[in-house]
């Protein structure tokens, strides 16, 4: 007898957001997935199906992922804010909940402290800076190009709203870059003349430069420099979230057969 798949549990935090009000429908559509909770401090209360004019839910909207996490769940997926999507994700994994992160702004201590809480408890996390497929594929092709071309710099570009900087793409390309090594600098940057910060932000050696201006939305480039010739690779988003679906998915579907946090999604997608 052919064995039935088990139907994930889903949580969403930022169910009611740019990215959530894309991802719910997706969840809902999938044979797979079943979405078992939604977070919106601002919705608290009211039916999901009622604030996003969407049918097929009887869910009602929970004002704090502690409150949705009573109702047993396999996998959190956060698209909160850089306030509080660390305290959910270490909730979540001390409730034995797997996490997918898509919320910027955790840092590198972060990320370990993260890390090693999920090995304690057996949990897997996947991290990734930015879903779109050709976002990871812009991490993926840079990580190769980086081992030809030994010097490059990152410029990371968002809309003028987007409070933190770099963005989740440009610190996750430039994590990505520092595991093959960094960058040669023919002039250290300590030895500029004139003012230091011109050269943008250190992220383990590598230079990063955030551009926040209106008409953006996300974006980043890595520039890749050799005596007589230039690389760029650069990813580009649009103003619509249905990029980001299809690997937010992806993670979902993945995260329960992972132990300690993972970050990026080549490796998935490699897999697939």
Request: aromatic share 4%; charged share 25%; hydrophobic share 40%.
């Amino acid at each position: 007898m052919r064995a039935v798949a088990r139907v994930i549990r889903v949580c969403l935090a930022g169910a009611t957001g740019w990215i959530g009000r894309a991802l719910v429908p997706a969840i809902l559509e999938s044979s797979d997935l079943s979405l078992v909770g939604a977070v919106s401090r601002s919705h608290r209360g009211r039916r999901l199906a009622r604030v996003l004019g969407i049918p097929n839910t009887p869910l009602v909207i929970s004002g704090s992922v502690e409150e949705a996490l009573r109702e047993r769940t396999d996998v959190l997926i956060d698209f909160t804010s850089p306030e509080v999507v660390k305290s959910n994700v270490l909730l979540a994994i001390s409730k034995g909940v797997h996490v997918v992160i898509g919320t910027s702004g955790l840092t590198e201590t972060d990320y370990k402290e993260i890390d090693r809480n999920a090995r304690r408890k057996r949990i897997g996390v996947i991290a990734a800076g930015n879903f779109a497929i050709s976002a990871v594929l812009m991490e993926h092709f840079s990580s190769v190009a980086a081992k030809f071309m030994p010097s490059w710099e990152v410029v990371d570009y968002a809309n003028d709203g987007k409070p933190d900087a770099p963005s989740g793409t440009a610190r996750e390309l430039v994590h990505f870059l520092s595991e093959v090594g960094s960058p040669n600098l023919r002039i250290p940057v300590d030895k500029t003349k004139g003012a230091k910060e011109s050269r943008g932000l250190d992220m383990g050696g590598t230079q990063v430069h955030s551009v926040r201006l209106p008409g953006y939305v996300i974006g980043a480039e890595a520039i890749f420099g050799k005596t007589g010739e230039r690389l760029t690779i650069r990813h580009d988003a649009g103003n619509e979230a249905a990029p980001y679906i299809d690997g937010i998915l992806l993670a979902a579907r993945n995260v329960p057969k992972l132990v300690g946090l993972r970050r990026g999604l080549w490796s998935i997608l490699n897999q697939e």
